[in-house]
């Protein structure tokens, strides 16, 4: 590029300046017919610019000389990118020179996934013991042979049961291979076709057209980059609307001329920024849909990577497709599935389950036609191989799709997707409801998980050993940190968020050591009123009210918790040690009588006198005896416990079963056996666990289990339990 201005000015002999520019010296005259464009078509060729002829015009002593600057810039030789020395006696190969998609210059570098790190360690470990070798020279042969199979067994045992989450990082990998290492590996000609014909070229879409063994196809893909620079290039292979456009022109060039077609996915979804938008993504991808359903030739795709929403489909509407091993396709990410319902994008694990993502799963719902394995470690493993398998299936669904004729073709893909999916018949369907979703009620919780989450807030409080139990406690925090949001949205919501903030700004501002002056209390007071007003109505802030009330009962059982461990702690300073030991003593004997040991008449004297004692110190300690409660445990009635004799027999009757079923007698007397030596050896704990796994897993019975739980609520129902000699306080009366 040569760019040139005309300066007035004294010119001399050409010379270089400090900055890199050529000026010439011009010491010729303009006269009214000369104009600049003459100048700019006589001055530079080819960038290195020489004078051709000498300027034609009127000299004129009055007219002004003219400086003429050209500064040229150096750029590249060519834009497209041509040999220098092509061969013209080229008969097969790739046309290398006719696209951008060059052999990287260095290999990628290694990258573990987060759950190949155990592997790492294996790898580490082979590497030591290889240097060790060559460093002392020792014949290591068997542990690096060991090393190696255990390598290879923890690689199989990791890849053959991978998550949907470990199988979504696998599709992502950086060095995972492209859609164009995959064509260049399968086709014996291959040339890049560019453009969508109004004025762009999207790189993130490539198509063109190759050939395997003797048959030529339009191939169609995603094009992800190998390294920061081309991802830059390609734009992380998501498709702008030029994109689709372009590769919908390949679509109808080849319907046109009878090419196959075949389709690769590996995109995280369309470019939805704001000039995508605008040039029509959604358009451009309803367009594709629509003119996939009615093509003439077969239609194969295949899913080498991550197959995001639309931005797959719109190249994905296929007679047959195929999902690598490791490749995912979904309608969401999900991370942005996991930020949508569960409002946390750390909960993608779980999303990538409930979405089913995997290949496997597609497969199941036939969505998919068939998976094409991949090498353990991933297609990065062993791109060649993996390349070969993609090829293989591709040959063998078009050797199918080729003797259809076009009517079959049009159908078998309509019903392809027809399929997909299921409806119930029969189901009655849920009556139409209005749903408040005001702000102020969005967050609004049910009445039941209140009543569930204060009961057992309350559970927790009373049955905590400490004044400070740390569960009780946090869950205090959780819940007063919860009422803070609300009362900040509420605030918000009122439109009092302002006056808020000045209120506050004017606290932070008074003394510490002094009351709150008067003005400031009413504005205090007014605020809080307006609060309360709004707060009232009926209807509105639900969840807020519903929260405070269960902050409110709580902050009272936690203060009477509180006075109740005071108070003990006082009234145990006040029993002497003498009195704690016949206490102590009293509760083993009443452990004895519940074992059936005789009653001693003795320790019945002993108990009388103990209660008068603990009846002294009561009093000492100003508190009232109002009364001494007996413990009564009433038997459960005859029919509960006929119901109780009937469930154990059946219970035992399907142990039995199970065992013969099951197969565990054997072990049973194994056990037996060595439970008979008096040794608990690791043998008879191992065949305990393994019976016990047994029946768990045969015992299946629900008709079992429900007679069980109905008969377990009868039973705490009639069971009336009285606490006996428990003192309890009341307004300061015992």
Known sequence: MATISLVAGNCGRGRGCEDGRFEFGLNSYFGKDFFASELLIRSFRRGNGYWSKALKGSRNDNEK??????????GKKHDYPWPDD???????????????????????????????????????????????????????????GALENKYQQALKD?????????????????????????????????????????GYDDPAMVTGIGSMDGKSYMFIGHQKGRNTKENIFRNFAMPTPHGYRKALRMMKYAD????????????????????SEELGQGEAIAHNLRTMFGLKVPIVTVVVGEGGSGGALAIACPNKLFMLENSVLYVASPEACAAI???????????????????????????????????????????????QQIKLAITQAMEELTKWDTEELLRHRMLKFRSIGGFQEGKPVEPERKRNMKPSDASMLNAADIESDLERLKKKILEAKAPSDPIADQAIEKLKQDVDKEVTRAFISMGLQEKLESLKL??????????????????????????????SR?????????????????????????????????????????VKAKLEQLENAQEGLSKGDPLDKDLVAEAVKAKKELIEVLKSANLEIVGVRKREVTAAPPEIQEKVVNVNKEIGGEIERIIDVAGLRGKIEELKAEMAKGSSSP???????????????ALDNTALKQNVEKLRTEFASSLEIATNDKVTAENGRW
């Open 65 to 74: 000389r003219l400086h003429v600057i050209a500064k040229v810039k150096k």
């Open 158 to 198: 990791l890849y053959t049961h991978l998550t949907p989450i470990q199988r979504l990082t696998i599709a992502r990998h950086p060095n995972r291979p492209t859609v164009l290492d995959h064509i260049l590996n399968i086709t014996e000609k291959w040339v890049e076709l560019h453009g969508d014909r109004a």
């Open 683 to 697: 043998k008879a704990e191992k065949l305990e666990t393994e019976i016990k796994e047994g029946i768990l897993a």
């Open 506 to 535: 004017e606290l932070s501002r008074a003394p510490d050591n002094q009351h709150l002056n008067r003005n400031l209390k009413e504005k205090v007071d007014k605020l809080m009123h307006e609060f309360k007003q709004n707060l």
């Open 256 to 275: 046109h001329h009878g090419l196959p077609i075949i389709t690769f996915v590996d995109t995280p979804g369309a470019f939805a920024d704001l000039k």
């Open 538 to 578: 009926p209807g509105a802030y639900l969840g807020l009210k519903q929260k405070l009330e269960k902050l409110s009962m709580v902050s009272r059982l936690v203060e009477l918790k509180e006075k109740s461990e005071k108070l003990k702690t006082e009234i145990n300073q006040k029993i002497p040690a003498e």
């Open 341 to 387: 319902l569960w409002k946390s994008s750390q909960a993608a694990p779980k999303a990538a389950e409930k979405l089913r993502i995997t290949a496997q799963e597609h497969y199941k719902r036939k969505i998919a036609d068939g998976i094409i394995p991949e090498p353990l470690g991933g297609a990065h493993a062993d791109p060649v191989w993996t390349s």
């Open 86 to 144: 092509i061969d013209p006696n080229i008969t097969d190969g790739h046309l290398t020179y006719l696209s951008y998609f060059k052999p990287l210059d260095e290999k990628p570098k290694p990258v573990t996934l987060p759950f190949e790190k155990p592997l790492v360690d294996l790898e580490q470990k082979i590497i030591e013991v290889c240097r060790m070798a060559d460093e002392t020279g020792l014949d290591f042969t068997d542990q690096i």
